[in-house]
Nanobody
Framework: VQLQASGGGSVQAGGYLRLSCAAA????????VGWFSQAPGKEREFVAA????????YYADSVKGRFTISRDNAKNTVYLEMNNLKPEDTAVYYC???????????????????WGQGTLVTVSS
C-alpha cells in the first residue's frame, strides 16, 4: 500500500483544514487507518484512527470534539477534518495503515505497516 498525504497548510488559530491520504492499491476493509503527528523535536504522537472500514473511531484527548477521521472506500482515501485549530496542533501529520492492528494497540505507531510521507500543518496565533 502506497500512501500519499496532502492538504496541509498554514492557518490561523480557530481555522479549518482537511487532510487527505490517498492509497494506491486500495485499503482493505479489514485494515485500520490512522493519523499521527510529529512536532519539531518531539516524538510521533497518535491523533486519530478508524478501526477497520466501519469500525469505531478513536481520538487523542487533545483533539476530541475538534478532529474527525473518515474514509471513502470508493476513492481509497482517508480524511482528517481539523476544526478549531490551535497553535499546539502545529506538526507534520502522517497517515498510516495497519494490517493486523487491534483496538488495544492502534494508538501505537509500531502497530502500523504503511506510512505516508507527511504533510505540514502550521497554526498561528
Amino acid at each position: 500500500v502506497q500512501l500519499q498525504a496532502s492538504g496541509g497548510g498554514s492557518v490561523q488559530a480557530g481555522g479549518y483544514l482537511r487532510l487527505s491520504c490517498a492509497a494506491a492499491g486500495g485499503i482493505s476493509n479489514t485494515y485500520t487507518v490512522g493519523w499521527f503527528s510529529q512536532a519539531p523535536g518531539k516524538e510521533r504522537e497518535f491523533v486519530a484512527a478508524l478501526f477497520r472500514s466501519y469500525g469505531r473511531a478513536y481520538y487523542a484527548d487533545s483533539v476530541k470534539g475538534r478532529f474527525t477521521i473518515s474514509r471513502d472506500n470508493a476513492k481509497n482515501t482517508v480524511y482528517l477534518e481539523m476544526n478549531n485549530l490551535k497553535p499546539e496542533d502545529t506538526a507534520v501529520y502522517y497517515c498510516a495503515v495497519g494490517v493486523g492492528t487491534i483496538p488495544s494497540s492502534l494508538t501505537n505507531s509500531r502497530s502500523y505497516d504503511y506510512w505516508g510521507q507527511g504533510t505540514l500543518v502550521t497554526v498561528s496565533s
